[in-house]
T-cell receptor, first 112, second 110 residues
């Protein structure tokens, strides 16, 4: 009963590199979300997905790419990392919309 | 778009006292208001939510009130315990996404 998992939990990368954060859920929830958490900003939505092959932009999508080829996976890619993308990233899933969102443990990303 | 403001940013209370966190939202079309609790090193977890057709909802020591006219909603925790210490986030559902407040760090002292 893993629920929702994220990998890696910690990542350090250099400016300009591509990095992919993984998210996997075992509930077969239709909806999945990516948030970033920064001091003073709370949680901000980057992208979300209503089902496989359906994605949409959130509040802060610039510099990020997502895909959802399978219901259970929702990877987030930073195509060319910048220092401003240093943050804690949370993936979440929900069965209904709106409804309770179940969050993963987060990935702390540092861009040097 | 929707904007959610949350106050206070930090709150310290003695064990057994009550704690109140307040949020305001800007878009009257918002119709779902959850509260999440985040413990250190973990992801947020839903503790209570309220929809716009209800004015108050209670779950044991936790309650949420909603004033649609004033566009604000509040979280009330009674008989606080040390394990209530965490960061609390309010959120408002608008169109197709949740907009979160900036969080309140609650510290409960024994």
């Amino acid at each position: 009963d893993a629920g929702i998992t994220q990998s890696p939990r910690y990542k350090i990368t250099e400016t300009g590199r591509q990095v992919t954060l993984m998210c996997h859920q075992t509930w077969s929830h239709s909806y999945m979300f990516w948030y970033r958490q920064d001091l003073g900003h709370g949680l901000r939505l980057i992208y979300y997905s209503a089902a496989a092959d359906i994605t949409d932009k959130g509040e802060v999508p610039d510099g990020y790419v997502v895909s959802r080829s399978k219901t259970e996976n929702f990877p987030l890619t930073l195509e060319s990392a910048t220092r401003s993308q240093t943050s804690v990233y949370f993936c979440a899933s929900s069965e209904s919309h709106p409804g309770e969102q179940y969050f993963g443990p987060g990935t702390r990303l540092t861009v040097t | 778009g929707e904007n959610v403001e949350q106050h206070p940013s930090t709150l310290s209370v003695q064990e057994g006292d009550s704690a109140v966190i307040k949020c305001t939202y800007s878009d009257s079309a918002s119709n779902y208001f959850p509260w999440y609790k985040q413990e250190l090193g973990k992801g947020p977890q839903l503790i209570i939510d309220i929809r716009s057709n209800v004015g108050e909802k209670k779950d044991q020591r936790i309650a949420v009130t909603l004033n649609k006219t004033a566009k604000h909603f509040s979280l009330h925790i009674t008989e606080t315990q040390p394990e209530d210490s965490a960061v609390y986030f309010c959120a408002a559902w608008n169109t197709d996404k949740l907009i979160f407040g900036t969080g309140t760090r609650l510290q409960v002292f024994p």
